[in-house]
């Protein structure tokens, strides 16, 4: 279960993973983020916001599958370390600090 | 007559002349004794205590505070995590919601198709604000 990609390679959106790409995902998608978050206070009627939705989804789906290209092994040995301690960021700390330095935060 | 025996003086003429055997002090009275209060004025002084007291109190409020800036800082870091993908999850269960929701306004459809002049999915609230539905009957598996 602590796996990144299903079998045909495509990342999947577990808690584990989604939460070790957090702070990419944040940088990247940032302008995705905030026109979702900006029509859901518009409105909150789900059917409105679905496009802008199916672009953030997009956006975070993209880079994961980066990331998971850029660099393989410290992904996966933060995600698996996030699935081991249920997404607890402090006792993650080594295998983050592998991750971002061989994937950096722009 | 043991007494007379055990106190026997050599030449006594009666029982009236036996000298006297008692327990007391040895030759020349016990050695002084000294029994007033001797309690040294020496030491650290009141304010010396105080300042002492204050001084470790502040030290341990400071360190309370360092520790509290470092679990907030953790606590941020959490949060912000999960703002950053609070979008994907929240565009997942809208797709999500959207199927379910037209699977049951085409139900209700059905069944209140005889109901004369009745709206198909119309609010039951007057705000004009869209409103999630109350009762539990889409999802029972959570409720």
């Known amino acids: ?106 | 007559m043991t007494e007379a025996v055990i106190r026997n003086k050599p030449g006594m003429a009666s029982v009236k002349d036996m000298p006297i055997l008692q327990d007391g002090p040895p030759p020349g009275g016990f050695a002084p004794v000294r029994y007033a209060r001797r309690i040294p004025n020496k030491g650290p002084s009141a304010m010396a205590i105080f300042l002492a007291a204050f001084g470790a109190f502040s030290y341990g409020m400071y360190q309370v505070g360092q520790g509290n800036k470092i679990r907030r800082a953790l606590k941020e870091e959490k949060y912000a995590a999960r703002r950053a993908i609070l979008p994907v999850l929240q565009a997942e269960e809208d797709e999500r919601f959207v199927k379910e929701w037209k699977k049951y306004l085409e139900y209700e459809a059905e069944v209140m198709k005889d109901v004369p002049g009745w709206k198909v999915g119309e609010s039951v609230y007057n705000s004009g604000r869209w409103m999630p539905p109350a009762t539990g009957e889409l999802r029972p598996e959570v409720w």
Not at chain 1, 53 to 68: E, I
Not at chain 1, 77 to 82: A, E, L, N, S
Not at chain 1, 84 to 92: A, I, R, S, V
Request: one cysteine or more.
């Open chain 1, 1 to 106: 279960m602590a796996s990144v990609v299903d079998a045909a390679g495509e990342p999947i959106p577990t808690s584990s993973v989604l939460m070790s790409a957090a702070k990419h995902i944040e940088i990247t998608c940032m302008s995705e983020n905030v026109e979702f978050l900006k029509c859901k206070k518009k409105d909150p009627n789900p059917e409105k916001c679905l496009d802008k939705g199916r672009q953030a989804t997009r956006c975070a789906l993209g880079v994961l599958k980066d990331l998971y290209q850029r660099c393989k092994d410290p992904m996966e040995t933060y995600v698996g370390c996030m699935y081991y301690h249920t997404n607890e960021f402090n006792l993650c700390r080594k295998e983050q600090q592998a991750f971002e330095k061989a994937c950096p935060l722009k």
